[in-house]
């Protein structure tokens, strides 16, 4: 699969036979982050109400649209254009800065054999069902900005307890995006041994699942 990341927690995932998902989509003008331009096939989003996780309306090529947070009320799983897809409810942070926390959800879905785990838009320490949901996760993108999302040293946590073989930090502070209150990224790496962290120099990396480091690691990518 080609995985690429437009910013925030937006990932445009493309399987083997074509097939494209795009994660969490955001409102261009709001993120400052540029449009998805990529038509896709399946929309998968933590809620239906925030202009930085949520809109799918704005995905060209007139995709499925699965909400996390429904999917965790209604079942917790279901099977969309063939992926199966799986969500937890979750919650905004606690003590929000800005506004009063929103519920969202977490969700982990199977792309070429390989497991994804997507935090959403999480701002609290996890519950042990939430670390247990993503147990098993070969790929988890991480929420790596800090509060208003989850904070650095409860993410170490659930990362250490889940041990992903890929981690893939997001929603971080970068020179595009307009939220000035998120954490550069180096304040997350500073969790890791510097010879455990890979940078793909490019929005775009193509993996397998024998591609995948033994060992967990993590891959930083440049923005779309």
Not at 49 to 74: E, K, Q, W, Y
Not at 157 to 165: E, G, M, Q
Not at 167 to 185: A, D, E, G, Q, S
Request: hydrophobic content about 40%; glycine content about 6%; aromatic content about 8%.
């Amino acid at each position: 699969m080609k995985l690429k990341w437009y910013g925030q927690a937006c990932f445009l995932i493309t399987r083997s036979d074509g097939l494209r998902i795009v994660t969490d989509p955001y409102t261009p003008e709001t993120a400052g982050y540029r449009p998805v331009t990529e038509e896709a096939d399946l929309v998968i989003r933590s809620s239906d109400n925030d202009s930085f996780h949520c809109r799918a309306d704005l995905i060209p090529g007139n995709p499925s649209v699965v909400t996390a947070l429904d999917l965790a009320r209604n079942g917790g799983e279901c099977i969309e254009k063939g992926v199966h897809i799986c969500a937890i409810e979750a919650m905004e942070a606690l003590n929000h800065r800005f506004h009063e926390p929103d519920q969202n959800g977490m969700y982990r879905f199977e792309v070429d054999g390989m497991s994804i785990g997507h935090m959403g838009d999480m701002g609290n320490a996890f519950s042990d069902t939430q670390i247990d949901f993503f147990k098993g996760v070969d790929i988890l993108l991480a929420l790596a900005g800090g509060h208003p999302t989850i904070e650095l040293d409860d993410l170490k946590t659930v990362i250490d307890a889940v041990r992903p073989r890929l981690i893939i930090p997001m929603h971080f502070r970068t020179l595009r995006v307009k939220l000035r209150n998120m954490l550069w990224i180096q304040s997350f790496l500073d969790y890791f041994d510097e010879k455990d962290v890979d940078f793909a120099f490019d929005e775009e990396v193509t993996l397998t699942r024998d591609s995948l480091p033994e060992s967990m690691r993590v891959l930083v990518l440049d923005h779309a």
